[in-house]
Each structure stands twice: as C-alpha cells, then as structure tokens.
C-alpha cells in the first residue's frame, strides 16, 4: 500500500494490479501511481500475486475458483480493501481500481463481482469479464474474444452479482499494435459496458488526443460513463508520457512511451486530481528501481492449499498447464 505524507480529508482509494511476470513495486514505478498519490492525496493498495497461486505471477482471471464474487483472489482483494478502508477513514464512494494485462482482465472481473463497492475502473491492455473459465480458454481469448453480442456480453456482467443500483463508469486503454491481447478485446469491453450501463452505440464525443483516438459516452445529464482509449500503433503496455509536463512514470518492458499519460488522465477521470492540489511533491517514487522487484505489498493471501482441479495445481499435473503458459508468455515477449 502507498499512504502519502499530505492525505486528503476522507480520501479515495486506487486498487492497482500488475500484469503477468510484473511486480507490485515495478508496475508502481513504470505508472508512477504513488508519485501522483503524493501530489493529490488519495490512497492506493498494490495486491501483488504469489508464485504459488500462480507462477508467472498473473492474477488468476480465469479460474472460477478465483473470478466470482466472494471467492479466492476477488474476495482477497476485497477483503484488504475492507481492511483498508476501516483503517484510513477512505470515502466508501471513491474506491478504483484498475489493471494492466491480467491486472486488467482481473480489473473487470472486480467490477463485475463488486459494482456495489467501485465507483469507477480502468482496463489497460485486458479483457471483458467472463471471457475464459480455464487456462486454455484465456489464450484463445487473448488471440480474440469469442463470438457473443453485446446483451450477451453485459448479461455476464449482470449475472455476476445481485446489484441492482448506478455501475461504475470505465475507462479502456489498449493499444491498436497489441501482440498479445487482441485489440478486439478492447471492442467486447466496450461493447459489455455499452450493454450494462443501456447507451447507444455511438459515442456522444469524438477526439484526437496526441494522435490517439478518444471516445467518450455519457449518461443524460452530460456526465461520462465509458470513455475508450485507443493507442495508435502501441504494443502490449501502458501507455505513459514521460517527458513534458505533464510526465508521469517510467518506461519499462511493458511501460510505454506514447506521449499520453494513462495514470493521469484516469487519476483526472475519477476526480483525483484535485484533492490536494496545493501539495507538490518533490519526492521520489514510492519504490525507487533498487526496491522495486522486493517491495514489500500487500499480497494476495489464500488461507487454503490451491485445490488439485485448479488450472495451476501442484504436482504433476500442474506441468502441463504450466509449459502451455510459458510458452504462450515467451511468444508474447512477456517471459524469456
């Protein structure tokens, strides 16, 4: 977790998650999240997996036994932001979260199970909810999502719990170069929260923000919903402005220069950028590059042995699954 010096009254709460083979710390240095928490006074929690529940350290999207309400790492997840919020005085109506990659694809499984508990999410480089139940099923989606339309698509959202108030609004990030996570992936969120939150097909504002396509859809009285970033000729990444005034982050494998600062404008988005807006800080990043692979986050907590129908169970047959994602992770670039 990362509490700034300057804390805002009743301040809002960022749930960051890293990507495959990333760490809480590194992911944190490359967004410059807690730089920007510094400077305006908001909260963050960095859940970090653990190689036992996943060795390539990719949250666990996938697996029913961690993607549905109230069980395994959803449920962690909540429960620290609980802990969270009970120990820091955090304003229960500004709770975010957001992901890169498998973080992203963990980001809407969280906004699906808990649309009491978000006020909004950001989805970097991911997938909509409920696109695999089995490790299989996640690299066939990663390629391109399957078929089912857009009432198909929010009816998994709807499903995945019982909620019947406002949703939270989404911000999609993905870039149109991505080797690793189709671009259409991008398409299907939208297309699942267009269903959710009952908006028409064409977007209510159309721009070109430093070459890259924006698209904005708004609710009656003019407040955005869904806003729709796409990064033009962008790999697998987060897109980051590093120079400029407006520089955030550091570029990285999988951090990416694109002259666009995506924790900035999703920070301003969500209404964080003003909380403390007297405060600058002049500090280093919370975990500066030698402490980056080793910060000490909060992690992922399982209080059971991962059961033996797990998708990375141990023992033998733990070791087929394991080479097919490897090998998946090496073609992508992710892994070597």
């Not at 749930?15 to 909260?43: I, K, M, N, P």
């Not at 199970?113 to 480089?125: E, H, N, R, V």
Request: aromatic share 6%; hydrophobic share 40%; charged share 15%.
């Amino acid at each position: 977790m990362h509490i700034p010096g300057h804390v805002s009254k009743r301040p809002a709460l960022v749930v960051v998650l890293h990507g495959c083979t990333q760490t809480a710390g590194g992911y944190d240095r490359g967004s410059g999240w807690s730089t920007l928490a510094d400077e305006h006074g908001f909260l963050l929690l960095f859940p970090e997996q653990q190689r036992a529940n996943n060795p390539n350290l990719c949250f666990n999207w996938f697996s029913p036994s961690d993607n549905e309400r109230d069980r395994g790492e959803a449920l962690s997840i909540r429960q620290m932001i609980a802990a969270m919020v009970e120990t820091h005085g955090i304003d229960p109506s500004r709770i975010f979260v957001t992901g890169l990659s498998a973080g992203g694809a963990m980001t809407s499984v969280l906004l699906a199970s808990y649309p009491d508990l978000f006020a909004g999410g950001a989805i970097i480089a991911g997938l909509p909810h409920g696109s695999a139940s089995n490790v299989q099923q996640a690299l066939q989606a990663m390629r391109g999502p399957g078929p089912d339309n857009a009432k198909a698509l929010g009816d998994r959202v709807r499903g995945a719990s019982s909620h019947q108030g406002a949703w939270p609004t989404i911000s999609i990030w993905h870039g149109s170069a991505d080797p690793t996570v189709n671009v259409a992936n991008a398409d299907a969120i939208l297309a699942q929260w267009l269903s959710v939150h009952d908006l028409g097909h064409a977007p209510d504002r159309t721009e070109n923000i430093a070459g890259h396509r924006y698209r904005v859809w708004s609710d009656a009285t003019g407040r955005p919903l869904i806003e729709d970033y796409r990064i033009a000729n962008m790999g697998h990444g987060t897109p980051l402005a590093t120079t400029g005034a407006q520089a955030c982050g550091v570029a990285m494998p999988h951090m990416l220069e694109a002259g666009i600062s995506s924790t900035r404008r999703i920070a301003a988005s969500w209404g964080l950028m003003n909380d403390v807006t007297e405060h600058v800080s002049t500090q280093q990043p919370a975990y500066p590059p030698a402490e980056a692979s080793t910060l000490p986050a909060r992690r992922i907590s399982r209080l059971e042995p991962m059961s033996s129908t797990s998708p990375h169970a141990n023992v033998s047959a733990k070791a087929g699954v394991e080479k097919i994602i490897h090998d998946a992770l090496r073609a992508a670039g992710l892994m070597r």
